[in-house]
């Protein structure tokens, strides 16, 4: 081989070589970070079109580790010294107690946290909401025409007799849809969050009858309404155009005597390996860019006011949201949260027995 052609075969297999390198350094540089959340519509839309923009500008790699916020929260609590994921998403109420468990590291003090709804901003820099919702009343739309019956307008619709055995409730103790409707119901029976015997004393003479089956969760909802077992149930906005758009005849209606505010909050878990990295996961998920895209693509409803929405229908989705928060009403989480253990024992024995 002549003299030319041996430099030649030594710069390419350097520069190859070079490059091998770097490609190694690259990809042992690159960062897995972990946020437990829920899983399905949220979890897609968030992996494909939220994290990416993260991912490229931190050089990482965010991973999801599903389950409900009972799921997360439990998983956090019993390896809290060194906790499986670096950063949740929990509704507001669970969100709230992992706080009081020291589950939670402040947040970064980022201008953003500033452009978010007031109630978005929580336990004093603790959690932060990452989105708004409200539970309010699902129903049949399918059923209600064909039935020729007018949209719900209150919470008291479901001890309506002619829905005998067509309510779907969820169960207080595993859902916050359930734990919202009945602590509706209890507060028009007079009560409060600090006083249910006036929802215990009355549930099973009014809504209790017409109830066709208590539930875990959600997930049943889509089959029982397309099978015509279920015409009312309490559910979120964002559900139901979830199941909307798959084709399942839903609606939602907001009730006159408010719906209740349901965030999905996000903190930086104590202890975990990545603080810095965390934080910043943390920060961006509350920002304009990351919240729009979950609004485009997941029905995310943003918690920070600066959002522009992309799309005209995101847009409306946004302005239906701004009117159904002027009558939304706020538990009293720390309340809730305490005595919550002592409903649920109640519940499971005198109303799903």
């Keep these: 081989m002549s003299p030319a052609r041996k430099t030649t075969a030594l710069f390419a297999l350097s520069a190859l070589t070079l490059a091998s390198v770097v490609h190694t350094q690259a990809q042992a540089q690159t960062r897995t970070i972990y946020i437990g959340m829920n899983g399905g519509v949220m979890e897609q839309s968030y992996t494909k079109y939220v994290f990416p923009a993260f991912e490229r500008i931190h050089?990482?790699?965010?991973?999801?580790v599903p389950g409900t916020s009972s799921d997360?929260?439990?998983?956090?609590?019993?390896?809290?010294?060194?906790?499986?994921?670096?950063?949740?998403?929990?509704?507001?109420?669970?969100?709230?107690?992992?706080?009081?468990?020291?589950?939670?590291?402040?947040?970064?003090?980022?201008?953003?946290?500033?452009?978010?709804?007031?109630?978005?901003?929580?336990?004093?820099?603790?959690?932060?909401?990452?989105?708004?919702?409200?539970?309010?009343i699902g129903y049949n739309k399918k059923m209600f025409?064909?039935?020729?019956?007018?949209?719900?307008?209150?919470?008291?619709?479901?001890?309506?007799?002619?829905?005998?055995?067509?309510?779907?409730?969820?169960?207080?103790?595993?859902?916050s849809f359930g734990l919202?409707?009945?602590?509706?119901?209890?507060?028009?029976?007079?009560?409060?969050?600090?006083?249910?015997?006036?929802g215990f004393s009355k549930w099973r003479s009014t809504i209790g009858p017409n109830?066709?089956?208590?539930?875990?969760?959600?997930?049943?909802?889509?089959?029982?309404?397309?099978?015509?077992?279920?015409?009312?149930?309490?559910?979120?906005?964002?559900?139901?155009?979830?199941q909307k758009a798959k084709g399942i005849p839903m609606e939602y209606?907001?009730?006159?005597?408010?719906?209740?505010?349901?965030?999905?909050?996000?903190?930086?878990t104590a202890n975990n390996d990545a603080p810095d990295l965390a934080q910043k996961l943390a920060e961006f998920l509350l920002t304009p860019q990351a919240q729009a895209a979950a609004l485009e693509f997941g029905n995310q409803i943003p918690s920070n006011l600066k959002t522009q929405a992309t799309?005209?229908?995101?847009?409306?989705t946004v302005k239906r949201f701004q009117a159904y928060m002027k009558t939304v009403v706020t538990l009293d989480w720390d309340a809730v949260n305490q005595l919550r253990p002592e409903w649920n024992s109640r519940w499971n024995k005198t109303i799903e027995r």
């Design 211 to 242: 109830v066709l089956e208590y539930i875990p969760s959600s997930a049943k909802l889509s089959e029982m309404v397309q099978t015509g077992e279920a015409a009312i149930f309490p559910l979120t906005p964002t559900s139901v155009a979830v």
């Design 253 to 268: 209606a907001q009730p006159k005597e408010g719906s209740v505010l349901l965030m999905v909050a996000e903190c930086v």
């Design 72 to 136: 997360i929260l439990a998983k956090v609590q019993a390896s809290k010294e060194r906790p499986p994921v670096h950063v949740m998403f929990l509704d507001d109420g669970v969100m709230m107690r992992a706080v009081k468990l020291g589950l939670c590291q402040k947040m970064v003090n980022s201008p953003v946290l500033k452009d978010l709804y007031p109630s978005a901003r929580m336990a004093g820099g603790m959690a932060a909401g990452v989105n708004v919702g409200m539970t309010g």
């Design 59 to 64: 050089n990482a790699k965010v991973v999801v």
């Design 311 to 316: 799309t005209p229908a995101a847009a409306e």
């Design 180 to 198: 919202h409707g009945f602590l509706m119901f209890n507060r028009i029976q007079g009560g409060s969050e600090k006083n249910v015997d006036p």
């Design 145 to 175: 025409d064909e039935k020729k019956w007018p949209a719900p307008t209150s919470w008291m619709d479901f001890a309506d007799p002619k829905f005998k055995g067509k309510v779907v409730f969820q169960s207080l103790p595993s859902s």
